[in-house]
């Protein structure tokens, strides 16, 4: 009799970190030259580039904010960047709880944490601290000027001119995401 020789395989499946979560996005914030008025046109610019980073439990996700852009919308649109500006004292990560961690929605992102530092481009560094708040909207029968409000706070200094720009309120802004979605 003939024996068959037998041929046995292992498959190790390892859980990769990240499975899971959802996808990398960017979200803009578009403070206007008159903050409550959608007519009139955008002053400032800030972009903050997101990676889920870790998840807990089914809808709380800590997104890594790879990049904040700031950019001057005047005549010549300068633009600040710097590469993780946000630090918490613990992991760095910006913790938002989600309906759907699967299909976060741009009016979780109103709220960002506070950032404050130094961007910087090829000829000019700007000093800045940027967060938002919650958006209480105006009293019935006004709305919120954009589809979706942020309430920010920040300040934005050229470094080397004399007045910063800033608004030490909370101030409306108009946000969405990468996508265009309000």
């Known amino acids: 009799m003939k024996s068959t020789p037998m041929v046995c395989?292992?498959?190790?499946?390892?859980?990769?970190t990240g499975?899971?979560?959802p996808a990398d996005r960017t979200i803009i914030y578009e403070i206007h030259e008159t903050p409550s008025d959608p007519q009139t046109a955008v002053d400032w610019t800030v972009e903050l580039d997101l990676k889920a980073?870790?998840?807990?439990?089914?809808?709380d996700i800590g997104w890594e904010i790879q990049e904040i852009r700031i950019t001057d919308e005047g005549t010549q649109a300068v633009e600040w960047c710097e590469v993780n500006p946000y630090s918490n004292g613990s992991d760095n990560l910006w913790w938002l709880s989600h309906d759907d961690s699967n299909n976060p929605t741009v009016d979780e992102f109103t709220e960002p944490p506070l950032m404050q530092g130094t961007a910087t481009n090829v000829s000019t560094d700007l000093?800045?601290?940027?967060?938002?708040?919650?958006?209480?909207?105006?009293?019935p029968p006004q709305q919120p000027p954009y589809p979706v409000t942020s309430s920010l706070c920040y300040r934005f200094h050229i470094v080397g001119e004399?007045?910063?720009?800033?608004?030490?309120?909370d101030e409306p802004a108009e946000t969405d995401d990468?996508?265009?979605n309000p």
Do not use: H, M, R
Not at 9 to 16: D, E, G, K, Y
Not at 53 to 59: E, F, I, M, P, R
Not at 132 to 138: A, D, F, K, R
């Open 9 to 16: 395989a292992l498959i190790l499946v390892l859980p990769s």
């Open 53 to 59: 980073a870790d998840s807990k439990g089914a809808d």
């Open 178 to 180: 990468d996508s265009g």
């Open 127 to 139: 000093d800045y601290d940027f967060e938002g708040t919650l958006y209480t909207p105006p009293a």
């Open 162 to 169: 004399q007045d910063p720009e800033a608004d030490e309120q």
């Open 19 to 21: 499975l899971g979560l």
